[in-house]
Every structure is written in C-alpha cells, then in structure tokens.
C-alpha cells in the first residue's frame, strides 16, 4: 500500500473545518477519502497572517492538497466593526497561503469566498460570472475585498503556472467555491461576532434557560432588526461533502457557487421560526419571537444561483433546513459547555 497523500485543511479548527472531519470520519461516508490523510490546522498550528509561521506548518505537514478555509470570519456586526482588521488580516492569510501551495507544490488549491462578498447593486440570482462587477455592499467591504483578491491570485497562479511547468507534467489548480450563509456544529455562538443562526440559537439556549430556572413555560427570542432581509443557508456536513467533492473533480480555475436553490431561501424570520420550534421540540419551552428594529438588516438579499453546480452534481441531496437546526440546536444542548460563545 503506497503512502496517503496528505491534504492540509486550513481553518480546520472552524465551523467548515469540522464539518469537513466529520464527514471524512463518519463510516457511511469515509470510503471515498482512504487514500487521503488529512491535516485540520487551527490558529495553534500557525498564524497564517505571518508568513514564516505559514512556510514552517507547510515545512511540517507536506501537503499535496490544500482546503483553505482559514479566515477572520464573523456575522453582520462583527464587520461593520472591524472592516479594516477584516480586509488586512484577510488579505495576509490568502497571499501567505497561496503563495506557500505554489512554493511547495501543492496539487490543487480549493480556497473559499462567500456569497456576500458580491457587489450590492446587481441583478438577481447571481451567478459566478459577477464576483468583481462592482463595490460590495458596504457593511462588510474588508472581508469582501480580501476574498475578491484570492479569485484575481487564482487566475495570476494559474497564468504563472501554464507558463512554467515542465512539459508532461501536470498544472496546479488553484480554484475557489462560494458557499452561503452556512450553519451548523462548531460555529461560533458569540453573540457579537456570530452570524445569524448561531446568534439566535445562543439567545434562544439562553431563553429557555432562563424560562426552566423560573418554573415558567414560555420564553421570548429577540431577533435582530425586520426579520424581512431573506437567506440561502446551507449545512456545514453538505457543504462539506460539496468542497471534497470540488477537491477531489472539479477542475475550473473559476469559483464556483455552492449553495441551496433560490427556491430554498427564507427569511430572517422564518429562520428564527425554525429555531424557536427547535427549542420547543427539544426543551417543551415555548418561544415566541419579538424584533429589535434598532438593530441594521444589512443587505437584503443576496440570492445566488446554483445552476453550474447543478451542471455537475443534479442529483445531490441538501439536508432540509428545518433537521439541519434540529441537530445544530440538539449538538448545543449536548454542548453547551464547550461551545464558542
Ligand atoms: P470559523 O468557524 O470562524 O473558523 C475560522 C477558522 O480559521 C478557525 O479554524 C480559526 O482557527 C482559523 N483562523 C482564523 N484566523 C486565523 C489565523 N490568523 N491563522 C490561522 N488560522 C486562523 O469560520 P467558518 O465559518 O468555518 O469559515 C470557514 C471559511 O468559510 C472561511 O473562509 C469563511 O470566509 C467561509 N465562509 C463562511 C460562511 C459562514 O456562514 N460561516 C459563509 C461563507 C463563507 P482557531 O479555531 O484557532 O481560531
Ligand atoms: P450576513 O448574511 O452576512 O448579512 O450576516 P448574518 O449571518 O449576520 O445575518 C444578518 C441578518 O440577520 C441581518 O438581517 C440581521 O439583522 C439578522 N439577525 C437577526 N438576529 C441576529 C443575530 O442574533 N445575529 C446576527 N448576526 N444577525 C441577526
């Protein structure tokens, strides 16, 4: 049996970095990765944004691949804050990261954009064709910036590499996918720097929590702004299988959208809906919810198609919404503990 060939998993610490161990570990599904070793770095490992840190994990580890998914990542609030420390620190990660896969030969590349960093003014679903066709909305212009530059550092590898690989061997791929909202275990539950699942699925834990400790049988959920702007959540476990599947077959240097159909997205309301029934099921609480319209909506769309991943994969299967947060909410209860929050 030769040796594995080993894929580093950057951000391997993170809500898509366990999603992405999980699936390569559960029996039902780890078949199809038993030539592959993985490596699930976190922070500890190395500060990606320093280069020298950067160069020593991949000295140590020696990846043929590389999942890169390590980012300073957060929710509305979190970027409205810090729009300078997203762009910066986004910026370092991405150019180190890339520029060590092209220093140590790495095979394929497959780095991660996210659907809200497509310019605001558009027409819609978008597609994957209008990544730089103009400003990003403004509340998270950084982080949008920053991942807009590892499309351009893929097409400048990709241009470098025709033009300096030796005849008869391959070329590096280095590519992209764009998830949506994604939720799921392992995300981070801070209330100020989570996205909107987890922030609500931490103020309903706490709710309910807080109705058992009174003896009382209801509870209220505050849910940030209208609860009008609408949503395209995606599992991290599919999103998962979807960015193996883009590691191990597709072969496009151009992103690709990895995301439920437009006919799946909701509302902020009808997500925190779901997430109150969650609760319900689980602890005989009944959650109702109230909006907090001093807080900001943020875009309020940014529907996006899924037409070329149903080119290549037709028949794949997305876990309905409702039993995604059915088990996220279930893994909180078991994990409250430990949970980022
Ligand atoms: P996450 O749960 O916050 O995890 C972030 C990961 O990045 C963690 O493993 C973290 O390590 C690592 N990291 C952060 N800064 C680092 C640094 N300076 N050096 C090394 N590692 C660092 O994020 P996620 O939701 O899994 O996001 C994964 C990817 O998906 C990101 O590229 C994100 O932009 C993209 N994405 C996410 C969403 C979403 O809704 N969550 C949507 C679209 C796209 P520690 O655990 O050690 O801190
Ligand atoms: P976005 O999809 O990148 O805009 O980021 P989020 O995942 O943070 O979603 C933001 C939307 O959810 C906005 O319309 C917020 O007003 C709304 N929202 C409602 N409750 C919460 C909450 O507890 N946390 C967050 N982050 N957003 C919330």
Known sequence: MGTKEIILVTGGSGLVGQAIRSV????????????????????????????????????????SY??????????LFRNLKYNLEFLRTNLAINDNVLLMAKEF????????LSTCIFPDKTTYPIDETMVHLGPPHNSNFGYSHAKRMIDVLNHA???????????????????????TNVYGAYDNFNLEDSHVIPGLIFKAYQAAHDAKEKGIEHAKLNVFGTGRPRRQFIYSKDLARLILWTLTDYE??????????????IS????????????????????????????????????ASNFKLRQYLPKFEFTPIEIGIRETVRWVIANYDSIRK
Request: with cysteine.
């Open 24 to 63: 390569t570990e559960d029996s039902n599904t780890n078949e199809a990765y038993q030539n592959y070793s993985f490596y699930f770095a976190s922070s500890k490992d190395a500060d990606l944004s320093q280069l020298e840190q950067t160069r020593k994990l991949f000295e140590r580890v020696q990846p």
């Open 268 to 303: 902020i309301g009808e997500a925190a809906q779901l997430v109150a029934d969650a609760f319900t099921q689980e602890t005989s609480i009944k959650i109702e919810l109230e909006y907090d319209q001093s807080f900001s909506d943020g875009q309020f769309k940014k529907t």
């Open 105 to 112: 030969k790495v095979k394929k590349c497959v780095s991660c």
């Open 252 to 265: 496009e240097v151009e992103p690709i959208i990895l995301s439920v159909g437009e006919e799946d997205e």
């Open 157 to 179: 590898y990709s241009d470098h590499f025709k033009s300096t690989v030796n005849v008869g061997e391959k070329v590096p791929l280095f590519t992209s996918v764009i998830p």
């Open 66 to 75: 590389v999942i890169h998914l390590a980012a300073m990542v957060g929710g």
